[in-house]
């Protein structure tokens, strides 16, 4: 269901190194690095987790440090595309890192919902880090219960 | 030694995180510990060693369609070395990122030394 997916996968060491080698032998082709564009414009799609529950979806995504207004949610059908910016936690003036694993720059991740949800009810909550998008499923494709009256 | 054992039983996380040190001779500690509240940060400073302990909420399990998140308590320990002043440490959760900003012990940060006139 992924549009974009989440490189979380296990690793096979030689299909690594086959990668690799091929990434490096296209390097050399290159008189310069191209720069990202359109979809793969960043530099980090984080981990969600997707809910189904009857009515609605509910999206739930890691987003430590990332002001709301930095964040941008667009839904087109049963698309729905999170980007924004993390911009660098650390003050100007703190140059000596001794290390870091944080990720830093644009953000984009496209999922694939299983069914169009209603745009204009979407809410979406930040909190501890955390954003919670509710995306309430569209009128006529909730599940209904038909009774079946007996002749 | 009890704790321990029960620690590595336990799955922790390992949050993200970032040490850098300021020229005013400040140690800052970024941790990124999403869906942790203030209440459930539990920071000890002992025998050389910050341990920082995030306790996250655990839903009951969920209709998950994608479930990439994962799930647990973060852990992380940092040694902290002769020059820190371990009684000036500060802490500060925003946004599900912890600050923690401690002191260098004065005779090793660094100093402008002023030139007299005579």
């Known amino acids: 269901m992924n549009l974009v997916g989440f490189r979380n996968g296990t690793l096979d060491p030689l299909r690594e190194f086959e990668d690799l080698q091929e990434e490096i032998n296209r390097l050399f082709d290159m008189t310069k690095v191209p720069e990202p564009r359109g979809i793969f414009e960043r530099s980090f799609s984080p981990a969600m987790d997707v809910v189904e529950n009857p009515d609605s979806f509910q999206v739930m995504c ?24 993390k911009r660098r936690g650390q003050k100007a003036g703190d140059p000596d ?4 694993d944080t ?19 979407v809410e979406a909550v930040l909190k501890n880090g955390v954003l919670t998008i509710d995306l309430p ?15 | 030694m009890a704790e321990k054992t029960i620690e590595r039983k336990t799955k922790y996380l ?5 040490v850098s040190e300021s020229k005013d001779g400040k140690l800052r500690v970024r941790i990124e510990m999403p ?30 369609i994608l479930h990439e998140r994962p799930e647990g308590d973060y852990l992380q320990i ?22 923690i900003t401690l002191d ?3 005779q090793v940060k660094p100093r402008t030394i002023q030139i007299r006139s005579e």
């Open chain 2, 14 to 18: 390992r949050p993200r995180s970032a």
């Open chain 1, 62 to 85: 890691d987003l430590p440090g990332i002001e709301i207004q930095d964040i941008e949610i667009s839904i087109s059908g049963n698309v729905l595309t999170l980007k924004g910016e």
């Open chain 1, 97 to 100: 890192s001794f290390r870091e």
């Open chain 1, 103 to 121: 990720r830093e720059g644009m953000f984009q991740r496209t999922i694939q919902l299983p069914l169009a949800v209603d745009a204009g009810k």
């Open chain 2, 78 to 99: 940092f040694t902290l070395d002769d020059t820190v002043d371990q009684g000036k440490v500060d802490a500060v959760l925003d946004k599900g990122v912890l600050s």
């Open chain 2, 35 to 64: 869906g942790v509240r203030k209440e459930d940060l539990d920071i000890r400073v002992e025998n050389n060693e910050m341990r920082i302990i995030g306790r996250r909420e655990h839903p009951a399990s969920r209709p998950y």
């Open chain 1, 137 to 151: 499923k569209r009128e006529e494709l909730k599940p209904r219960q038909i009774s079946v009256k007996a002749s």
């Open chain 2, 104 to 106: 260098l012990k004065d």
